[in-house]
């Protein structure tokens, strides 16, 4: 899911920029910081899912009641994907 807010950033930039010479560098910077702000997060977001799915498979090999909370913790670290996401595209509508 995280690969695909990055593709989504990058179609709808790439739709943004025109050859007619009217591209600024102030379009130019907030593009690059829509792309870095999508591209950051969603790194972020995959760490804890990572830190977070392995964490939680040990656990749940030990007890299977923490289940529910793995599913939910997990849940919350790719909501910080879709963050980046949001703010990429208010970025890049700018």
Excluded: P
């Excluded at 690969?3 to 790439?14: D, F, K, P, Q, R």
């Excluded at 102030?26 to 830190?51: K, R």
């Excluded at 599913?71 to 208010?90: D, H, S, T």
């Amino acid at each position: 899911i995280l690969g695909i807010y990055g593709m989504i950033v990058s179609v709808i930039l790439a739709q943004k920029i025109k050859n007619d010479g009217t591209y600024t560098s102030y379009a130019g910077f907030s593009h690059l910081s829509a792309g870095l702000c999508c591209g950051l997060s969603s790194l972020a977001a995959g760490l804890a899912i990572g830190v977070v799915g392995d964490a939680g498979v040990r656990a749940n090999a030990q007890q299977e009641r923490v289940f529910v909370g793995m599913i939910l913790i997990l849940i919350f670290a790719e909501a910080l994907g879709l963050y980046g996401l949001i703010v990429a595209l208010i970025l890049s509508s700018s």
